[in-house]
């Protein structure tokens, strides 16, 4: 059973061998240069192809090139730079109104000039939960690709949690829903996780189909039982009440919540758990190699499932600190696409969480910026879409960016997958 | 090239992007134009349904009246609201926001922003909100002519119809498109038959539980088709195209297309597309945008009828062969009753 | 007449190691140059400047006296130089001609392959060289020696004058490993140049020319077999006298610590792999357990440290039924296990070292209270035994996986041994290390027999098992077909029973009383 099933070679240890370079060299020597040098070319270049696509699909700029080739360059240019400034002040604003707006003392006015970059943190929190769940699913070698799905459940549990209770207090309702939002996605992260562990049934597969599951669920509840009275079946839920409310901490427009705090704290909890604790060393055991595993005398069993709840309740976690911080109450489309793009952002931070802190933070931003880009000059918000992928593309393969910056190959694969296991040491 | 050149060479575009952003400090726009800015919901703006058709009420409102217009796409709920601070922000005098699931968040903002105008299509506020407009279809009213339509042109006795969820905006036309085969039978003492709808029983409705999922049109349709329809009306969107090839493919039935007209959007099935159940929310949307022109635009509903030209059926361009002159003469004056009130699709 | 190929201070600096030291290095043709060193010493890195697959930091590689740039293999073979790997590079569901043929196809015209061509000089190169294989075999239907020849004619195929052999013997059995020294003479005999490396002494004094010795990165010495014996080549390679016999001081043997009565051990098919076996192992001795590889050895060894269920029998450590304990309550009992295969089952070769030193006890204190790791005490742990057991690791947070073999099992004896245990299981302990590691590794294991440890030690090397086993039991097809004190009984006697067959006279003392070091 389990004890067969770790010892076969099967599909999602090969994936994630495929994905995970394959950790070598301790890197503690490693200049801080170095080890964000990578990411940062990276960022970089997925700028400079995002700037030559803005040129390149601007009917502007290829009328001025009509004209002449020096004017098309001009043209291309100032494209390329209104596009490039509105994403820079949407997501993190502009310098010159947050001072004026500060020197006018109108706080409406300093309210609209922070909001970018405070709403850039509001974007990044599921990210930073949904970033969190795939990271300790890959430490203990788990590919938890059900992320979209337990998300979807811990978001229903929580709204369910935040609009038929009345009649608590705020700081044990909001808690409560938050709770059951954690405990939903754990629950549905454990069907697969049990399955795994005993009968070796293969979680991508199982996480995949649970996700579909979650889906035509939460329809159903969102269409029936749990359908907002007078909505005449369109899959929307009440509102949550008032106390169930994850607190915003500024008035309209900044949305900035305490769930961005919460999600600090947690990426904190969870390296504590796997780079300072038993159960941590147990899981990046098991999820390294588990045949030492047992050789050690760990069960597999445990660990997996282990793995599993805390990956769910963290993905259960994302959806229901969006429900109950922002949206208020749950439709269909919940989520962009935090669940996959997890994956993705958990690879960009080397799965530690202060790698998916700072990839989330880049994931927000950018997609916040996205906004006022497309405002101010109509670029299609999926142009944020493909520089996010030529980043993660790059990142992943760092031998094109080392090519193109002619980088020296370090003598073996470097990674930072250590450093933090043994931070402040 | 060396690593130096490369480096210098991306130094040099940095620095002139940063130029060129430098040049061109605060877009602002002439004062006099008015900003109509439009959110989408998660369908995106080319959805070929309620997103794409109030947009070209815009578009149209640019070329005809010289506004300034803009659009904001949603990927999830939590940007509607982030979507509508990012306009609030821009000083749009207009913002249009389509569909059910934005209510919350048009409401919201309008109350906190009660000098910017807003209009939502497809919903309305019950009490009404002073600076929102909603916008809602008698859809019926052109769906039941297209019913009566189909039952004349049906040479099997069934017509079929299903619908995206069964939601009131989509149940609304498969209940006019179910009265006026009623009204048919009742009138020329036929037996026509809807499959999929009846009113009198919402809970047996055929639905494909999704906007997006063309596979699903493409089985609804070829089931419809297997049980006899000839003629077939997919009330969901984008869907309806997956319905549209089945048909194509059988070559013995036609489609009745619904939101906009089919033969004009979706060329490539003209030859199949008896007609379509048009609600023209471009045509709304302008005269929302005309209000906010002319200084009197006032907050509440504006319902779409076949008497405003909120709805409509569309043209039978090519198949009008199809369709006896008596029979579209009948059409003409249902139509002429409705308008007039003498007749009720209720 | 100029060396066919010269190395002339070659450099190759790594993060924290000067892999190679300004090797100079000369081979002539039609001569087998025997390339010696322990693991680590710079051997491969060598090797692996010469095919291209690094570049030095310093020096020059010349051919036939003219210099040359190797960037990549492709260099290397243009230039003549070809490389049988340890790990062979063959496609198993191709035929010997379309492996031969892979990345240099003959084509006829319409660029369709040309086999018949292909095949013919396959058949040509085997017969010349003595190199015995069918051109239209399928890869996956040879045995290990033979698809070791097929590696020879691809590099023969591209007319490679130089021919690295990168430790060939290690997969090879005894008899296929003769085999492959007269290849290798009669390619010399042809005119080939071979560069032989290995760290088996036997293998060098039987084959090589001239022998160069390689010590952490510089050439250390150069001999011939005939100037050299074990024992100096082996001094040369560590650096010192090496004792290749341990010493074994004489011990009573005490009680029995671990029994097993009766054990029958199943693979997951339902076929019995340990049948009915009966062992004592007492305090204090050293029970070997010899058999040719697959014999039942890893099922009992797994049986015994409770990684395999076992159908039935019972097993007893330390006056404890241990038959259905779990691998953690049989090493807290005080059992260490050494295990087969250190890479898969010992290490986990991302950790750093100091977490593989604990791997076995880190949820108990010191290293942990509750649930909280005490990285403090951990890494004071890994200081003492890295300084204890001579562990060569940059640092104790190094990954495991980029220390050498050698290093790995010292990390795993090291964490084994530094426990106070009363009973080690011993698997292969030293199964494809160096002269220096295996000494070192023998005399712990004899120190913790001192010390009054009972040691099972299951090795198919026949050598280590005669030299430090106090008993020896004899494993064939999951039976124990004897057990015999190791008291002046022959090697062929044993040798006999691993091959199921039973002597008529049970103690048969031979004349070749020395025992011969495994090397």
């Not at chain 3, 010469?50 to 310093?58: F, K």
Request: hydrophobic share 45%; net charge negative; glycine share 10%.
């Amino acid at each position: 059973m389990s004890e067969a099933q770790t010892e076969k070679k099967d599909l999602g240890q090969a994936i994630l061998k495929e994905i995970i370079p394959p950790p070598e060299e301790e890197a503690h020597k490693k200049s801080f240069w170095k080890s964000i040098s990578i990411p940062a070319l990276a960022i970089l270049t997925g700028l400079l192809i995002g700037a030559l696509m803005i040129a390149a699909t601007s009917s502007t700029v290829w009328a001025a090139f009509g004209e002449s080739i020096w004017r098309g360059f001009g043209t291309a240019f100032k494209e390329i730079g209104t596009a490039y400034q509105a994403l820079f002040t949407g997501a993190l604003g502009d310098p010159v109104r947050i001072v004026r707006a500060l020197g006018s003392g109108d706080a409406k006015e300093i309210r609209s000039a922070l909001n970018p970059f405070l709403e850039s943190l509001v974007q990044s929190t599921p990210y930073i939960f949904t970033g969190l769940a795939v990271a300790v699913g890959f430490r203990s070698g788990l590919f938890n690709i059900g992320v979209e799905g337990q998300l979807f459940i811990g978001a229903a549990a929580a709204t369910y949690v935040g609009y038929s209770i009345t009649g608590l207090p705020a700081f044990i309702h909001m808690p409560l829903a938050l709770l059951a939002g954690a405990l939903g996605g754990a629950f549905w992260a454990f069907i697969p996780g049990y399955l795994k562990a005993k009968t070796g049934g293969h979680e991508v597969i199982n996480t995949i189909m649970m996700n579909w599951i979650a889906f035509r669920l939460t329809e159903w509840l969102l269409s029936g039982p749990m359908s907002r009275p007078g909505s005449g079946g369109m899959p929307l839920s009440p509102l949550i009440q008032k106390s169930a409310e994850i607190p915003q901490f500024f008035q309209a427009p900044i949305r900035f919540h305490l769930g961005f705090i919460i999600a600090l704290a947690v990426a904190w909890l969870i390296h504590w758990l796997l780079f300072k604790t038993t159960w941590g060393l147990n899981l990046r055991t098991v999820g390294t190699n588990p045949r030492a595993a047992k050789y050690a005398g760990l069960s597999t069993t445990k660990s997996i499932i282990t793995a599993m709840l805390i990956s769910g309740a963290l993905a259960g976690t994302a959806g229901a600190v969006q429900i109950l911080a922002v949206n208020r109450s749950m439709a269909l489309g919940l989520s962009s696409g935090y669940g996959f793009d997890s994956i993705a952002l958990a690879l960009i931070g080397n799965n530690t969480p202060l790698g998916v802190i700072l990839a989330s933070l880049l994931f927000g931003t950018l997609r916040n910026g996205a906004t006022r880009m497309m405002v101010v000059s109509a670029i299609p918000i999926d142009i944020v879409d493909v520089i996010q992928a030529i980043i993660l593309m790059f990142v992943a393969a760092p031998a094109i960016i080392r090519a193109i910056y002619h980088l020296k190959k370090p003598k073996k694969e470097e990674t930072t997958i250590f450093v933090s296991g043994w931070g402040g040491k | 090239m060396n690593k130096r050149v490369i480096t210098l060479l991306s130094l040099l575009i940095v620095v002139g992007m940063l130029l060129a952003a430098c040049g061109t400090t605060a877009t602002e726009a002439p004062a006099a134009k008015i900003k109509v800015c439009q959110i989408t919901d998660t369908g995106g703006i080319d959805d070929k349904s309620f997103n794409a058709t109030a947009w070209k009420g815009i578009e149209d409102a640019i070329t005809q009246l010289g506004i300034e217009g803009k659009y904001l796409e949603s990927k999830e709920v939590a940007d509607y609201e982030k979507n509508l601070n990012a306009f609030v922000e821009e000083k749009c005098d207009l913002i249009v926001t389509v569909g059910f699931l934005i209510g919350d968040a048009t409401k919201a903002t309008a109350e906190a922003n009660p000098d910017i105008k807003f209009s939502i299509v497809d919903y309305a506020y019950d009490p009404a909100v002073p600076n929102i407009v909603g916008q809602v279809f008698n859809t019926d009213e052109a769906a039941f002519l297209a019913g009566y339509l189909a039952a004349g042109v049906t040479k099997t006795g069934k017509v079929g119809t299903f619908g995206g969820l069964p939601i009131p905006t989509v149940t609304i036309f498969m209940d006019g498109f179910a009265k006026g085969v009623a009204k048919y039978n009742e009138v020329k003492g036929t037996n026509v038959e809807v499959l999929g709808w009846d009113p009198a029983n919402p809970d047996s409705g055929l639905f494909s539980m999704s906007f997006d999922d063309q596979q699903k049109g493409r089985e609804l349709a070829v089931s419809l088709m297997d049980e006899g329809a000839d003629i077939i009306m997919p009330v969901a969107g984008p869907v309806g195209l997956g319905a549209a090839a089945a048909i194509k493919e059988r070559g013995n039935a036609y489609l009745i297309g619904v939101d906009s007209d089919w033969f004009l959007t979706s060329p490539e099935y003209a030859d199949i597309t008896l007609t379509s159940v048009m609600k023209l929310m471009d045509a709304t949307t302008m005269q929302v945008i005309k209000s906010v022109i002319d200084g009197t635009f006032q907050g509440g509903v504006s319902v779409g009828t076949l008497a405003n030209n909120g709805v409509a059926l569309a043209p039978l361009h090519n198949l009008e062969s199809l369709a006896s002159a008596e029979l579209l003469a009948e059409i003409e004056q249902l139509k002429a009753d409705i308008i007039a009130g003498t007749l009720s699709v209720k | 007449m100029a060396p066919i190929l010269e190395l002339r201070g070659i450099t190759k600096q790594f993060p924290g190691v000067l892999a190679n030291d300004h090797i100079d290095l000369a081979l002539h043709k039609g001569e087998i140059l025997a390339l010696l060193g322990e693991n680590g010493a710079g051997k491969s890195t060598l090797m692996n400047i010469l095919y291209g697959l690094y570049q030095p930091d310093e020096g020059e590689i010349l051919i036939n006296g003219e210099t040359v740039k190797i960037n990549s293999p492709t260099d290397a073979i243009n230039q003549g130089i070809g490389m049988v790997h340890q790990h062979f590079m063959l496609i198993p569901v191709f035929t010997v001609t379309e492996n031969v043929m892979l990345g240099d196809e003959s084509v006829k015209a319409g660029g369709f392959l040309d086999r018949p061509k292909a095949a013919q000089r396959i058949q040509e190169i085997s017969s010349s060289y003595k190199l015995e294989v069918n051109p239209n075999d399928y890869v996956r239907d040879l045995p290990v020696g033979v698809q070791q020849r097929v590696e020879i004619i691809k590099l023969l195929y591209r007319n490679a004058e130089i021919l690295i052999f990168d430790e060939p013997t290690a997969v090879l059995t005894p008899q296929e490993a003769d085999e492959l020294f007269n290849i290798m003479r009669s390619l010399v005999a042809q005119g080939k140049s071979i560069i032989f490396i290995t760290h088996k002494l036997r293998e060098v004094l039987a084959i090589a020319n001239r022998v160069v010795v390689i010590r952490r990165g510089k050439v250390v010495g150069e001999t011939t077999p005939e100037a050299a014996d074990k024992n100096s080549l082996a001094a040369m390679m560590v650096g010192r006298e090496v004792n290749l016999v341990v010493k074994k001081k004489e011990t009573t043997p005490g009680d029995v610590v671990c029994s097993i009565q009766d054990l029958v051990v199943a693979d997951k098919f339902g076929n019995v792999v340990v049948d009915d076996i009966s062992l004592d192992i007492r305090a204090g001795e050293i029970l070997g357990v010899a058999g040719v590889q697959g014999n039942g050895q890893t099922e009992l060894v797994e049986a015994i440290t409770g990684l395999t269920k076992i159908a039935s029998g019972k097993i007893t450590l330390l006056g404890q039924d241990i038959s259905k304990a779990t691998p953690r309550q049989i090493t807290e009992l005080g059992s260490a296990h050494v295990p087969e295969d250190r890479q898969a089952d010992g290490l986990v070769l991302p950790f750093p070292v100091a977490e593989n030193l604990v791997l076995c006890s880190y949820h108990l204190p010191p290293f942990s209270k509750g649930v909280i790791l005490q990285y403090d005490t951990i890494l004071k742990n890994a200081e003492k035994l890295i300084q204890d057991f001579d562990i060569r690791t940059p640092s104790p947070l190094t990954s495991v996986g980029s220390l050498s073999g050698g290093n790995q099992q010292k990390v795993i004896i090291a964490r084994e041994l530094s426990r106070p245990i009363q009973f080690l299981v011993a698997s292969q302990p030293t199964r494809g290390l160096d002269v220096g590691s295996i000494e070192y590794i023998h005399k712990r294991i004899e120190q913790k027999r001192e010390e009054g440890c009972a040691v099972l030690l299951v090795s198919p090397e026949l050598d280590e098992i005669m030299e430090l086993s106090d008993r020896i039991a004899v494993m064939y097809r999951g039976k124990i077909s004897a057990v015999v004190p190791n008291k002046g009984i022959s090697k062929k006697y044993i040798g006999l029973l691993m091959a199921g067959v039973v002597p008529e006279e049970p103690m048969q003392v031979s004349e070749e009383t020395e025992i011969e070091a495994t090397l």
